[in-house]
């Protein structure tokens, strides 16, 4: 069983707040990302990360950034929240080395911008 | 661009036969393949994984792997209405894991 944790687990808030979302594990694990998922839609990689220090842009353009100061740790952060930035956000981590690692994902942060 | 191509659906089935989801890739340096299923506004959670060409039986799931027609499937025998759900075909090399857009499978009683 995968221990990866995320919160909030639902967010509403205003337009223009700044949001950090949490997303933690506890398996050492190297590589973690975030995706944004619409329902009923596809996920989409926004940001990944290798290692502490280590943070790339994913497949969709995203507002949003993130930090890997530690290795357990791997928050992203609006800095000014929208009506467009409704979506699910979900965290995942996989073991570093061989590609043969599967992802584990968190459940999710739910986050609707009034 | 890598690229995994789902059918969309919705795949129905009956209760009891076996639905059969397929999945396309792209890369052909691709070296690991993995099937998540995702309940309607839960998160992806890992069913089955493939490496090697040919069979992989796990209860009522075999995923199948054929890299010559970079092509992958997941079989699910005697379905059963809680199988119903989006089945998400991911594909690595290198790189991040690429994610299909998903097969929404409907297993009718």
């Known amino acids: 069983e995968a221990d990866i944790y995320q919160t909030p687990r639902y967010l509403v808030i205003g337009t223009g707040k700044k949001i950090t979302l949490e997303c933690s594990q506890t398996m050492g694990h190297d590589k973690m990302y975030w995706y944004q998922q619409d329902p009923g839609m596809e996920l989409h990689l926004i940001h990944y990360s290798y290692g502490v220090n280590s943070t790339e842009k994913g497949d969709l353009s995203s507002e949003s950034t993130v930090s890997r100061i530690r290795t357990e740790h791997f928050p992203l952060t609006l800095e000014s929240a929208r009506p467009s930035h409704t979506s699910q956000y979900l965290c995942?981590?996989?073991?570093?080395?061989?590609?043969?690692?599967?992802?584990?994902f968190g459940d999710g942060t739910r986050l609707s911008i009034l | 661009q890598k690229e995994v191509e789902q059918n969309s659906g919705p795949l129905s089935v009956p209760e009891g036969a076996i639905a059969s989801l397929n999945c396309t890739y792209s890369?052909?340096?691709?070296?690991?393949f993995f099937w998540y299923r995702q309940y309607s506004g839960k998160s992806p959670e890992l069913i089955m994984f493939?490496?090697?060409?040919g069979d992989k039986e796990d209860g009522r799931f075999t995923a199948q792997l054929n890299k010559a027609s970079q092509y992958v499937s997941l079989l699910i025998r005697d379905s059963q209405p809680s199988d119903s759900a989006t089945y998400l075909c991911a594909v690595s090399g290198n790189t991040p894991l690429v994610f299909g857009k998903g097969t929404r499978l409907s297993v009718i009683a």
């Open positions: 890369d052909r340096g691709s070296q690991s």
């Open positions: 493939i490496y090697s060409n």
């Open positions: 995942a981590s996989t073991q570093q080395g061989s590609s043969n690692q599967p992802q584990h």
